[in-house]
């Protein structure tokens, strides 16, 4: 990791990323069209769900490793 910006950014998610409503937050435009340009020290960020209502539908779905 560099102290320069960050450029051409591209995410790869091997399944959609989705909260417990059915939002499909892997389709957020960062996600699917990725970002040109992140400044140095520059953050997303992206609300899931909440953990309470994530775990129930994460074991629903048969995903390893959901704790509570």
Sequence with gaps: ???GAARDIT???SAPVESSTG???SDLP???YGMDFLA???EISSHWDHLDS???HL???GLEGASS
Excluded: A, D
């Design 54 to 56: 994530l775990v129930p």
């Design 11 to 13: 995410f790869e998610l």
């Design 30 to 32: 960062h996600f699917k």
């Design 59 to 61: 074991r629903q779905k």
């Design 23 to 25: 939002f499909v937050v």
């Design 1 to 3: 990791m560099s102290q």
């Design 40 to 42: 140095p020290g520059g």
